[in-house]
């Protein structure tokens, strides 16, 4: 300031204004850039999301739908034995309908070519229609069956044709024999509802999210059991009858520091406490849930403790004053007005429970499990573990799946991100 | 009578119990001369009367479910013949789940033998008669607890306060889980951080300068060199939590600043929340990202620049971690901001600065402590990140400081530690709750660091 | 408002309790439990799923743990809470079959179901190498014999593939490998590092002890990565790194095998009539290990050995040659399938 006061003497002509508006365009650009870098900051993390969003969305999208074959099949009694249909020869029956279908296929190498363009799966379709109706032996139905991985990879346009032959999970005849099929029409994309359906599978086309969104059910479902009234009492009392005093300081500054402890830490005392200590069952979504509701429980004191103190005094002073003893107050006039925040604070607390990985690798909910888990301790895995697991598998139609499971997974989360801003904007007061 | 059916029966019960002991705290009112007389409003005696007939009965039912299978399985094992009930024990425990699955209408092993379906009806009607004596029991204790609490009631009886301490109780249990949790956590890894500092001493663990811990798991095996330095995971944890911090805090900020100083309100409406989705999103989804997106781009573009970029380099899950971070650096500054009295920039305004000029010079200085405080909250919460750098960052533990080169970090080796290995005496698997314990200790630090400077700075201008 | 009191208290209990009780009513097991490798985790998931949507029983569950850790938690104990199988891409080493025992896990059946090649593999981008397995040894052991001549050993000075032998690329050697955990690592010294090693006359007249730390100890100076069991994202980053190369099992390479190709090792490409053949040098086989105590007890145990075992899963038409397994040859499938009907038990570990 003085030298600029010094200079301002030295130029009396020279106003005080005059040095202003000097600086002024240079001050103004600065501005200008200033608030040009805040924008940049926005509209880069928000390119981050697009481009997150557009690379998950871009490897996922075709896998909501499925590549399936036409066949015509012949419910052959000689292969489909009356006394034993549920241990026939279904793949026998799926292999003489594709070698009827292509007459001309000779020779063992040949004919397993020919085997490996419709899934695995084909069989079990064909089993449970049988064991469904055993009167459809003897006829001939068509029935689509889902083609195998590498042909739903070819149809979706993976794999370039022109590559060398050895270099290609398709041989030439296969090529040839997917493309007569096609002309035949007997190809088909059709809607993925095996993916919504069914539970995992080590084959990419009878893979599906469902055995892992039970899996996912029954964990949250026991951490909003556990955490939501616990979360909400020790809110209660913390904010409105807890006497100041070191107890609840300490009380306090656990709760604190519990929200910000890594996830995986809980998932250490998961392991030590939860399975090895108390002997539970690994892999059950009962101790996934538990080892979430100690990681959510802090969350949602912390949501219920802001709503209860965002309700004002004068409610409590009223009810008080009217005779109301202090738990009345609490019950009949603060816990009422205060339960949509607390809500919202729940809500968001189980949107992350539902996306955590971490903790639940530890005990145990990192397995190979197809069947639909029917109970707390049936062994199960989430969604996120799920993806987490297919990330590894070697089959490349797992990349597609393990995409199309993220927007699942991301759908049900903005879903619930969605119901909490709503309920908060429904039931936001200004005092 | 399945557990089930006595639990829903209890429920009723404790209804009914609930409208007799406020009929009777009518009736006791009517005698009085009204309802003004009683001590307490009548729904409290009925309530009263609920919680009496409900919790002893619950309390036995809770007992004696915790018992109920050791005793039964004791008693059907002690019907078995000899032959079986002299099997050694983990062998006898197969058999039980055997007449167990046969019980409970599972697919069974093999051929049911007769002295297994013995076994099995012996096992079901032990259960019928358990589950029968349990109804009974819980039933009675919920008719005579109720009984008694109603012929107590008199005018005098003090039924609110002895409901509201009941319920206080509880509250105050519920308030004390997360001091449980926290001993919980403390003492599950340091039991077994313990243990393994006997094995390997802890100035080798906090200042050794080499890790593998991939000693040999089998005594004819011979594996790394099974050094336990946590040095260099630590740096890597660092460098990538550095890398992810250099993302997020100026973006973050100066987001912060822009939604808070200069956005109008509609930008803000929608801007706000976008930013937020960032921050909702699972790590395992970020994981997925790096790992098949941003790892190949960071190479490819290393390879253009002449870079030697390690396929699982620190950068790649540096980048992404930040991304995921900056939602927090901008939530908790942008409070901050606005919690900075409007005051203060009117001030500056009045002088003549421009709106950046206020910021830098009044508005951020004032916000400092707590931004800083907010920035230490990231940290830590990089620091404990785990799904991102299992799937996109290494194993292995460099001790350098050249973003482009795979390090590892604390939540990578615990996960790697721990997955499938459970035996819980190799120094391997205890190296994990050491590490376990470092990362509590660390986040612990920063986030004490952090509230107390968020909270001393909070409320200076109110 | 007391009324919703009661009642919310009353169902807190009601869950408190019910968990509780859920819990020590503990269900009894109806579904194999199965551990270990990762590399035979791809065939016994396959072989699992068939079994459980083809019979009444339950689908077996799978967990991946490596070999090594397999075989911890299966020699735990006899009991429902332990492992029923283990997958193992080794055999049981002498050490784990004691501690079998030593836990009363007394009477194991062995059951081999095919082989595995290892392979060196890198990205298609890249071309294919020409190594032997005393280069890999050069490249990627701690301590190698002088370059400069003697009978002594160094710390691992190559850098890249050209120090090691000229006529190998000039690229950093960089290769992203399995952690001692893991069978493949196991077997991977066994069938590279330990062959390499002998190739050396005055290595191989160390004693056994010194022998060992010679040929298994793995350098850690950056050039061996080691990247955890998780092979897919090994080939994953052999894709976006031409540079790098990985070892893992053939399967991995048969799956991806238009992204990534095996390296020639002493001349031999790795494809499945090489492996097959025993041409491959680098192959080893693949186990299952079943508690016998479990068998007839945990429902649906035979049913599993049986499909397993059939001609349809692991012979050389089966579904488990089309997911990359290399087939055993006729008499020793029908030799194991006797074994397996006969639950004949392992007794000594040199009995083959």
């Known amino acids: ?431 | 009578m399945s557990p089930a059916t006595i639990l829903t029966v209890l429920l009723i019960f404790s209804s009914v119990a609930y409208y007799l002991g406020r009929k009777r705290a009518f009736a006791v009112a009517g005698k009085a001369g009204g309802i003004r007389y009683l001590h307490s409003r009548p729904t409290y005696y009925g309530a009263l009367t609920a919680l009496w007939c409900g919790i002893p009965a619950l309390l036995l039912f809770g007992l004696w479910l915790a018992l109920e299978d050791k005793i039964i399985t004791n008693l059907v094992v002690s019907g078995l013949p000899e032959a079986i009930r002299t099997l050694p024990e983990n062998r006898l425990n197969l058999v039980v789940n055997d007449i167990k699955n046969l019980v409970n209408g599972n697919v069974v092993a093999g051929a049911v033998t007769a002295t297994i379906q013995e076994a099995a009806v012996h096992y079901r009607n032990l259960k019928a008669t358990s589950n029968a004596a349990l109804a009974v029991g819980v039933f009675s204790l919920g008719i005579v607890a109720t009984a008694v609490i109603r012929s107590k009631i008199s005018s005098t009886l003090r039924a609110r306060n002895l409901v509201e301490q009941l319920i206080e109780y509880f509250l105050i249990a519920c308030s004390c889980l997360a001091i449980l949790t926290t001993i919980g956590i403390i003492l599950s890894v340091l039991f077994e951080a313990i243990r393994f500092f006997k094995a390997v001493p802890l100035t080798d663990f906090l200042f050794g300068l080499e890790w593998s811990p991939q000693m040999a798991i089998r005594a004819d095996q011979v594996g790394s060199s099974g050094a336990f330095g946590a040095i260099p995971v630590l740096s890597g944890t660092l460098m990538i939590s550095a890398i992810a911090m250099l993302v997020a805090v100026p973006i973050g900020l100066m987001s912060a600043i822009y939604l808070a100083e200069y956005a109008n309100r509609r930008f803000r409406d929608i801007a706000k929340p976008l930013l937020e989705i960032l921050a909702g999103i699972p790590t395992v989804v970020y994981g997925f990202f790096a790992a098949i997106t941003v790892a190949p781009f960071v190479r490819r573009l290393g390879f253009t620049l002449g870079l030697d970029v390690s396929s699982e380099s620190a950068l790649a899950a540096g980048l992404v971690m930040g991304i995921m971070i900056i939602p927090f650096v901008s939530s908790l500054s942008d409070d901050v901001i606005n919690a900075v009295p409007q005051a203060l920039r009117d001030g500056a305004y009045s002088l003549g600065a421009t709106r950046s000029e206020t910021i830098k010079q009044v508005v951020l200085p004032a916000a400092l402590p707590g931004i800083v405080g907010s920035i230490l909250l990231a940290v830590s919460r990089a620091i404990g990140e785990t799904m991102i750098v299992v799937m996109a960052a290494g194993l292995a533990a460099n001790l350098t400081l050249n973003p482009f080169k795979t390090v590892t970090t604390v939540t990578v080796q615990i996960v790697t530690l721990l997955i499938g290995d459970q035996e819980f005496d190799s120094p391997k698997t205890l190296a994990a709750f050491a590490l376990g314990l470092l990362l509590f200790v660390v986040t612990l630090l920063l986030n004490v660091i952090a509230l107390h400077v968020v909270r001393r700075y909070r409320e200076q201008y109110e | 408002m007391v009324r919703k009191t009661v009642l919310l208290v009353a169902a807190l209990v009601f869950v408190f309790v019910a968990s509780t009780g859920v819990v020590n009513a503990q269900s009894a097991r109806d579904y194999i439990n199965i551990v270990g490798s990762s590399t035979v985790y791809p065939f016994a998931t396959v072989v699992a799923e068939q079994f459980g949507k083809t019979t009444r029983f339950k689908t077996p569950k799978i967990e991946s743990t490596g070999s090594g850790g397999g075989f911890k938690l299966f020699c735990a104990g006899v009991g429902v809470e332990y492992p029923d199988i283990t997958n193992a891409s080794r055999r049981i080493k002498e050490s784990e079959f004691e501690k079998c025992r030593q836990n009363g896990v007394n009477e194991i059946v062995e059951v081999k179901i095919g082989y595995d090649g290892i392979v060196l593999a890198n990205s298609k981008k890249a071309k294919p190498m020409k190594i032997s397995r005393k280069d890999i040894f050069l490249a990627l052991a701690k301590n190698v014999p002088d370059p400069k001549g003697g009978e002594r050993l160094v710390g691992n000075p190559y850098r890249t593939w050209k120090d090691v032998n000229r006529s190998l690329p000039n690229i950093k050697i960089e290769v992203l490998g399995p952690p001692p955990t893991s069978g493949t690592r196991d077997a991977f010294v066994e069938l590279v590092m330990e062959e390499a090693a002998k190739s050396y006359p005055w290595i191989k007249t160390m004693d056994k002890k010194a022998f060992k730390e010679v040929a298994h100890t793995i350098r850690e100076d950056g050039a061996y990565i080691e990247a955890g069991e998780n092979d897919n994202l090994i080939v994953q980053k052999l894709d976006a790194n031409p540079k790098a190369f990985g070892i893992f099992g053939f399967s991995f390479l048969d799956q991806n095998g238009d992204r990534i190709q095996g390296s020639f090792v002493d001349g031999v490409q790795p494809t499945f009539e090489a492996i097959a053949s025993g041409e491959y040098p680098v192959s080893r086989p693949l186990f299952f290990y079943v508690k016998k105590a479990h068998i007839g007890v945990i429902p649906g145990m035979e049913g599993y050995l049986n499909e397993f075992t059939s001609e349809k899963t692991w012979g050389p038409e089966g579904y488990l040659a089309d997911k990359g397994l290399i087939p055993m040859p006729d008499a020793e499938r029908m030799k194991y399938r006797a074994d397996v009907s006969k639950l004949r038990v392992l007794t000594a570990l040199n009995n083959q």
């Open chain 1, 1 to 431: 300031m003085n030298k600029d006061d010094s200079k301002a003497n030295k130029k009396v002509e020279k106003r005080t204004i005059d040095i202003v508006h000097q600086g002024l365009a240079k001050r103004y650009r600065a501005e200008g850039r200033f608030k040009f870098y805040g924008l940049a900051a926005i509209v880069m993390s928000l390119l981050c999301l697009a481009i997150l969003f557009i690379s998950i969305v871009g490897n996922g999208y075709k896998a909501f739908r499925q590549t399936y074959v036409e066949l015509e099949v012949f419910f052959d009694p000689a292969i489909l034995d009356h006394e034993n249909l549920s241990a026939a020869n279904y793949s026998g029956l799926v292999k003489s309908t594709l070698r009827k279908m292509f007459p001309e296929v000779k020779g063992r190498s040949e004919k397993r070519e020919l085997y490996k363009l419709v899934s695995p799966g084909a069989a079990f379709q064909l089993r449970k229609m049988v064991l469904k109706d055993p009167e459809i032996i003897g006829r001939s139905i068509s029935v689509w069956v889902p083609a195998d991985d590498d042909v739903d990879m070819l149809i979706k346009g993976y794999f370039s044709t022109d590559a060398a032959e050895n270099a290609r999970r398709l041989s030439d005849k296969q090529l040839a024999w997917i493309e007569q099929l096609r002309e035949q029409g007997k190809v088909k994309k059709k809607f993925n509802t095996t993916f919504f359906t069914a539970g995992d599978s080590r084959e990419p086309e009878l893979a599906g999210i469902w055995g892992a969104a039970v899996g996912s059910f029954f964990a949250l479902l026991v951490t909003l059991l556990l955490s939501f009234p616990i979360g909400v009492a020790a809110a209660v009392y913390l904010e409105e009858f807890a006497p100041k005093n070191r107890w609840t300081d300490l009380i306090e500054v656990n709760i604190n520091n519990l929200a910000a402890v890594p996830s995986i830490v809980f998932g250490l005392l998961g392991l030590a406490v939860f399975l090895n200590f108390f002997g539970f069952p690994r892999s059950a979504p009962l101790v996934g849930g538990m080892v979430l509701s100690l990681m959510t429980l802090p969350i949602i004191i912390i949501a219920s403790r802001a709503a209860l103190q965002s309700v004002p005094p004068s409610i409590r002073e009223g009810a008080l004053g009217v005779g109301a003893s202090k738990m009345q107050m609490v019950v009949h006039h603060v816990l009422p007005l205060a339960l949509p925040g607390m809500l919202t604070g729940t809500i968001i607390g189980m949107a992350r429970a539902l996306g955590e990985t971490a903790p639940l690798l530890m005990i145990g909910m990192v397995a190979f499990i197809v069947d639909i888990p029917r109970g707390f301790t049936d062994p199960a895995t989430v969604l996120p573990v799920q993806i987490y697991l297919w990330a590894d598998s070697p089959e490349r139609a797992f990349v597609e799946r393990t995409s199309a499971a993220i927007m699942v997974l991301l759908a049900f989360l903005m879903l619930m991100n969605a119901a909490a801003i709503v309920l908060r904007k429904k039931f936001e007061k200004r005092w």
